[in-house]
């Protein structure tokens, strides 16, 4: 059956992401923060865009709950919505690359094969998975929504770590153990990243001003 699909063309853009990485002197990416509910993501994201901008660096903030809110607000938390709800981040994530802008997308995604998916929608050096580690414990000390408790009641049903997997990254380019280091402490280890890794340009005073604890 014919869906439409044949009519569709790929239009070439006059303007490349090369040529604005050459303009912005920055190299765009993915920043794929994953991790449990309460480990930090969004309290990292957030952190970390607000130093990206405030360093004249284009970037913006994926994050999971805002996202439900509009783009994906149509979807619950069984795994084949999970599934489509990082599908559709990962697209709009290459959308943001291709602007030119570095992404910091917040997300549990839970599955290491639509992470994976992500990452394959990207070219190699475009894809920075970011584990935001945090023990169960922890995370459910902080709660901040209340939410593990529910679960536990039974009130949320597939809540990743109590009633639904989450699969723990093999080989991210990114470790952080939020319940070992703070907010300072992290942020500096993946503006460290960045800057080794030839993604952004940080003066050396002002990495040995922030150091890494």
């Known amino acids: 059956m014919d869906n439409g699909n044949n009519n569709l063309y790929w239009h070439h853009p006059s303007v490349t992401v090369d040529d ?4 912005y002197d920055y190299k765009s990416c993915v920043m794929w923060f994953t991790g449990l509910s309460a480990a930090g993501k969004s309290t990292l994201a957030n952190a970390l865009c607000f130093q990206l901008h405030n360093m004249g660096i284009r970037s913006y903030v994926l994050d999971g709950d805002n996202i439900r809110h509009g783009l994906n607000s149509n979807l619950g938390f069984s795994p084949e919505n999970r599934k489509e709800n990082i599908r559709r981040i990962g697209e709009v994530a290459k959308l943001f690359v291709d602007a030119g802008m570095i ?9 290491r094969e639509d992470r994976n998916s992500s990452r394959n929608l990207l070219k190699e050096d475009e894809f920075i998975e970011v584990y935001v580690k945090c023990s169960i414990t922890e995370c459910e000390k902080r709660d901040p929504k209340g939410i593990y408790k529910k679960a536990k009641c039974g009130e949320i049903k597939e809540f990743t770590g109590i009633s639904a ?12 153990e939020t319940d ?13 990243y960045l800057h080794q890794n030839n993604y952004i340009k940080i003066s050396s005073e002002y990495l040995t001003s922030f150091p890494e604890k």
């Not at 604005?20 to 303009?23: D, E, L, T």
């Not at 992404?103 to 599955?111: D, E, L, Q």
């Not at 699969?167 to 470790?175: D, M, Q």
Request: aromatic share 8%; hydrophobic share 35%; with cysteine.
């Open 20 to 23: 604005r990485r050459k303009s």
């Open 103 to 111: 992404v910091i997308s917040a997300f549990i995604s839970p599955y």
């Open 165 to 176: 997997p989450y699969e723990e990254p093999h080989n991210p380019e990114v470790i952080l």
């Open 180 to 192: 070992k280091i703070d907010v300072e402490a992290c942020i500096n280890k993946l503006l460290n």
